[in-house]
C-alpha cells in the first residue's frame, strides 16, 4: 500500500476493522497532531478482545493497540501534550482500559 495522509492519519498499512472510527474521534482532538498506524499482527491463541487500548507514552506521544479478534495493531499517535491526550482518551473511551 502507497503511504498518504487522510485527515491526520499517515496510512502506511491497511486499517483493521473498525479501527477508523476510532481514528476519527482521535482526529478532532486538539492536542493530537498526526497518527500513524501500524503493521496488523496475528496471534494464534485465544479468542482475543477487541477495542483500542493505552499502551504506554512515547518521546513524541503515546502508542495504542487496536485489537480485533486475533488481530492486533499498533497505533502511534504525535500529540503536543501526552497528559492532556490520555485524559481525552480516558473520556472518550471509558471502557477502554490501559494495557
Request: charged share 30%.
Amino acid at each position: 500500500m502507497s503511504r498518504f495522509r487522510k485527515n491526520k492519519v499517515k496510512l502506511q498499512h491497511h486499517l483493521l476493522e473498525g479501527l477508523e472510527d476510532y481514528l476519527e474521534i482521535i482526529c478532532k482532538w486538539n492536542c493530537v497532531e498526526g497518527i500513524i498506524p501500524g503493521q496488523i499482527t496475528r496471534k494464534n491463541k485465544g479468542k482475543g478482545t477487541k477495542g483500542l487500548f493505552l499502551k504506554y507514552p512515547t518521546n513524541s506521544g503515546y502508542k495504542l493497540l487496536y485489537k480485533c479478534g486475533t488481530s492486533v495493531q499498533e497505533i502511534f499517535i504525535i500529540c503536543s501534550d501526552k497528559e492532556l491526550f490520555e485524559k481525552e482518551f480516558k473520556e472518550s473511551f471509558p471502557k477502554h482500559k490501559e494495557l
